[in-house]
């Protein structure tokens, strides 16, 4: 699967982003996806995912209520839909597909393990 992230950039605090990641690949519908992000000295974590059909989406605790995360499957398609942004969400934004998800490790964030199924990732920066 090839992944192409955009729509990241530099945004004050209380501002909005919202990113895109387009899926190269034959039937998008056989991928849960989720937007993950890694900021600088830390570990890469969950921020949120979203099953095949778009019926089941997870957060993590930081961005509940602030992100959301949907899909167009005509499109081949993830958004992510940040609003009220903190300078702590600062980080690169990676998305990627899992086609061995189930409900628990989409709740969890974890699977995803496929490299070959990440994006190069974009970068957000929320000033203060």
């Known amino acids: 699967v090839q992944l192409a992230e955009s729509g990241g950039g530099l945004v004050q605090a209380g501002g909005s982003l919202r990113l895109s990641c387009v899926a190269s690949v034959r039937i998008f519908t056989n991928y849960a996806m989720g937007w993950f992000r890694q900021a600088p000295g830390k570990e890469r974590e969950f921020v949120a995912t979203i099953s095949w059909n778009g019926d089941n989406t997870y957060y993590a605790d930081s961005v509940k209520g602030r992100f959301t995360i949907s899909r167009d499957n005509a499109k081949s398609t993830v958004y992510l839909q940040m609003d009220n942004l903190k300078p702590d969400d600062t980080a690169v934004y990676y998305c990627?597909?899992?086609?061995?998800?189930?409900?628990?490790?989409?709740?969890?964030?974890?699977?995803?393990?496929?490299?070959?199924?990440w994006g190069q990732g974009t970068q957000v920066t929320v000033s203060s």
């Open positions: 990627a597909a899992d086609a061995w998800a189930t409900s628990e490790t989409l709740k969890r964030g974890t699977g995803f393990d496929s490299v070959d199924n």
